[in-house]
Structure formats: structure tokens, C-alpha cells
């Protein structure tokens, strides 16, 4: 793929795919006599640029992706470990069973199928709540996620719960791929819905 | 006049820059016309930022090129001021111009 496509693609997550083609095509212009230095700046400071007037430019609409990100990505998540906190209590078979050494499967379980899957619905879900703005809803969300993760755990600490060293610093890089999954779910509803129009 | 008409400066320069230029407004021809009147480039991200932003408020309209080989197969979109980009565009320089009246600048002449 040449760097002309792959540019296009990036700036299609922030652009309609006839204005990130133009742009494109209006740096390809220059590109030989400037560069590819120069090149990649246009694209990757067109994208920040783009994102961060989605942010500003509707505000209401980003805090509400955000809030409602946050819920749908946490109550879902927290009810299955509710439940699964009820079944260990009530189920002393169960119980024994996951903490008998067994017990892993349901991690793996949760950490490469359930979670992936849900963040990735999210992401879809965000392509269709934001369908122009999809890479700032992601952003809003993580962000979102980022400040609870936050509160919650300085909560926690000034009520005197001995949390492990660094608990903040792993809480919110773990996000990082969590937030790579909700994007690839966010750009495979938009490329879709862009595909299917165009 | 409504918010979305009320110009910030670099708004300003690309709507005059577009104006200047005429039917030959696209990306590259603007950043150029913007460069050679007022001494400095405008960063990619915020002219493109801007001319998506004029088009959403409908201060600017545009159209798709053909396609040619040096853009690697690809438009050129050629915009042009609205009739309500006109609007905002007389109302900058109003205010610009009822802004400048009766200011004293020593040692600078007005012509």
C-alpha cells in the first residue's frame, strides 16, 4: 500500500473520505519537492487538528458520549462481577472450583473474549451515537474511563484501603489496549457505514 | 448577524484568500495565496480545520475536481464563498474598519 492510501485512511477516521482524498491529493502535490517529512506532518497534524475541533466544537455532544461511554462500558462489566461475587457466595461448588486452581479459565474467558468483545461493541456503539466524530468519542471515553478510574482509586486511598504500589499507574495503562479495541470497533462501524453509503 | 457568522481571524484571511483566488480555490492555491500576502504558511491541520468548518456553516460551498495524475488520481476541491460567507466576510471588515477609525498611530500614514 502506497503512503498516499495510508494516508487517506487515517485522515477518513476524521474526515468524510472525498475531503481526506482531496487533502491528500493537495499534499501529493508538494510532496516531492518537501518531502515525506513533510508529508506525514500535513497528515498527522491535519488529523490532531481535526479531532481537537471535534472536541470543542461540540461539547455537549462529546460529554454525553462520554458519560454514557463511561456507564455503558462499566455497569455491564461491574454487574458480571456482582454476579459472579453472588454465584461464589451462594455456590460453594463453584467456588471451590475457581479457586482450586481451574479457576483461570474464567480469567482467560473474561480477559481475551468477553472484554475484547464488549469493547468492541462500545466502539461500534460510538460510531453510531458520533458517526462524524468517531475518533473524538473514542477520545471522550477513554477520558472519561481515565477520570474514574482516577477518582475511584484516590477514594480509595483516602479511605484508608491499602491499595497495591502503582494500582493507578497499571489501572490506566491497561487501558491503552482496552481503548486500541473500542477504536478498531469504532473505525469498523464507520468504514462500514462510509462503504455502504459511498 | 448570527454566531456562526461572526469570523475569527484566520477565518477571515481564508475567506479573503478564496475570494481572491476566485474559481481557482482549493487547498493548495490558498495555502499559497495566504502565504505570499501575509509572509507566513498556515499549518496544514488548521486550514483544513478551517475550510471543513466554514463548510459546516455553510459560509462556504464546494465542489470535486476531476482527478489528475500528479495528485496520484485524486480531486481537487475547488470551494467558493456563499452568499452568507459574503455576509460574514462585509461584516468583519465593517467591524474591522469602525475599529480603526480615529485611531492615532504615530508615524504610521493611511491611505
Known amino acids: ?198 | 448577524m448570527s454566531d456562526a457568522q461572526i469570523l475569527g481571524e484566520f477565518e477571515h484571511i481564508v475567506l479573503l484568500a478564496i475570494l481572491r483566488l476566485g474559481d481557482k480555490a482549493y487547498g493548495v492555491t490558498i495555502r499559497n495565496e495566504i502565504k505570499e500576502r501575509t509572509g507566513r504558511e498556515p499549518a496544514p491541520g488548521a486550514l483544513y480545520t478551517t475550510l471543513d468548518r466554514l463548510e459546516d456553516k455553510s459560509l462556504l460551498t464546494s465542489t470535486m475536481g476531476d482527478p489528475t495524475p500528479e495528485r496520484g488520481g485524486r480531486a481537487k476541491r475547488y470551494v467558493r464563498v456563499s452568499a452568507r460567507g459574503m455576509e460574514a466576510v462585509n461584516h468583519a471588515r465593517q467591524c474591522y474598519l469602525r475599529m480603526w477609525e480615529g485611531l492615532p498611530f504615530p508615524g504610521v500614514a493611511y491611505g
Open chain 1, 1 to 198: 500500500m502506497d503512503k498516499a492510501r495510508i494516508a487517506e485512511r487515517i485522515l477518513a477516521l476524521v474526515l468524510s473520505p472525498d475531503r481526506a482524498a482531496s487533502a491528500v491529493g493537495d499534499w501529493m502535490e508538494d510532496a516531492d519537492v518537501r518531502g515525506p517529512v513533510w508529508f506525514w506532518s500535513c497528515v498527522f497534524r491535519t488529523a490532531i487538528s481535526q479531532v481537537w475541533s471535534d472536541l470543542a466544537g461540540s461539547p455537549r455532544l462529546m460529554v454525553r458520549v462520554g458519560l454514557t461511554g463511561l456507564c455503558r462500558l462499566l455497569l455491564p462489566l461491574y454487574g458480571f462481577g456482582c454476579l459472579l461475587d453472588v454465584l461464589m457466595t451462594n455456590l460453594p461448588a463453584l467456588r471451590h472450583w475457581m479457586w482450586s486452581g481451574d479457576g483461570w479459565r474464567v480469567t482467560v474467558l473474561w480477559n481475551v473474549v468477553l472484554l475484547p468483545v464488549w469493547l468492541f461493541q462500545t466502539g461500534r456503539w460510538i460510531a453510531q451515537r458520533a458517526p462524524g466524530p468517531v475518533a473524538a468519542g473514542c477520545i471522550a471515553i477513554a477520558f472519561a474511563v481515565s477520570i474514574f478510574t482516577l477518582v475511584v482509586d484516590v477514594s480509595m486511598w483516602s479511605a484508608g484501603v491499602h491499595l497495591p504500589p502503582y494500582t493507578l499507574a497499571k489501572g490506566l495503562a491497561t487501558q491503552i489496549p482496552c481503548n486500541m479495541v473500542l477504536f478498531a470497533g469504532a473505525v469498523w462501524t464507520r468504514r462500514s457505514s462510509v462503504g455502504s453509503t459511498a
